[in-house]
């Protein structure tokens, strides 16, 4: 990476990336990802990155994260062109792009092939720290069954999980969204603040997007409510009274509603009120999951609307 007539701000950065990246990949191989918040793809890839890096970390596997918005420097001097881009990266240089391997088997593919060839060091073998308890394939179960509607049915997966792995953030999260789903707000919200206060969770991300669920869910409308907010959101020019309707909406369990309504609104206006209904969309799309199949498919929708 060049160095040369770099600003105060750029050698600050390059010193920041050799600290976290540079030196580690000397001896370890690193995970390098590129992403941003704004970024769904990214946010649908972290989790499978982090399991991977966590299961391959007692043979030298670490992982890397660079914000592309906040560290752009970094990002154009690997020449990234679109997110996410995910390369691994041996003793300060790339050794190969792992971008198009999405999925979990695909990823340990390529890690399997070049940990045979590098000369990484292992991790060492620390006998009395607990092995913690794999339980990705009953995860995977239950949002497999939240996104087939069975919320009820979820909820007793992703509790039976929790109870297994406490710390496991993707099922602590999961149980959030199944509660929200099957209309239990309150233990929902309880579920929430006592995941918050263990250690490991404090600051997970998957935390955050199950608040978003719950603050999106929020005091969902009666009949009524909801039919006078449908009338009022009628007068196509009065945005804020749609805005409320696709929330209320949303809320009422009638997403397909909401998404009509907020992709109506950024076809005729996207950057009305800084792009508040796409940001309401995008918020959706994190609260339901972004693997979810109506997710993708509504993303699709939006995507035609963008770039046509």
Request: hydrophobic letters at 50%; charged letters at 25%; glycine letters at 6%.
């Amino acid at each position: 990476m060049a160095t040369q007539g770099l600003t105060v701000e750029e050698q600050k950065a390059v010193d920041a990336f050799r600290t976290k990246v540079v030196e580690p990949s000397m001896t370890k191989l690193v995970i390098l990802d590129f992403w941003a918040e704004w970024c769904g793809p990214c946010k649908a890839l972290t989790p499978v990155l982090e399991k991977v890096a966590a299961d391959y970390a007692d043979r030298g596997v670490v992982l890397a994260k660079v914000n592309v918005d906040e560290e752009q420097f970094i990002a154009g001097q690997f020449q990234v062109r679109s997110i996410p881009t995910v390369y691994a990266l041996f003793q300060g240089q790339p050794v190969a792009d792992l971008t198009s391997a999405r999925s979990e088997s695909q990823l340990k593919q390529v890690l399997d092939q070049l940990l045979e060839q590098l000369p990484v060091e292992a991790a060492a073998a620390d006998a009395a720290a607990p092995k913690t308890q794999d339980v990705s394939q009953f995860v995977t179960m239950a949002e497999q069954v939240l996104a087939e509607g069975d919320a009820e049915r979820a909820v007793g997966i992703f509790g039976q999980v929790v109870e297994m792995a406490p710390d496991n953030g993707a099922a602590q999260a999961g149980l959030v969204r199944a509660l929200v789903e099957a209309g239990r707000a309150e233990e929902a919200r309880a579920v929430l603040d006592v995941a918050r206060q263990h250690p490991a969770l404090v600051d997970d991300p998957q935390l955050g997007l199950a608040e978003s669920a719950l603050e999106l869910a929020g005091n969902a409308p009666d009949e009524a409510e909801l039919a006078a907010l449908r009338d009022k959101a009628q007068d196509r020019e009065n945005m804020e009274a749609r805005l409320e309707y696709a929330e209320a909406a949303f809320a009422a369990g009638q997403r397909d509603a909401a998404a009509d309504e907020l992709l109506a609104m950024i076809e005729q206006d996207r950057e009305w009120n800084d792009g508040a209904a796409k940001a309401k969309l995008l918020q959706i799309f994190e609260a339901v999951g972004l693997e979810d199949p109506w997710v993708v498919a509504t993303r699709r929708r939006l995507s035609r609307i963008l770039f046509g």
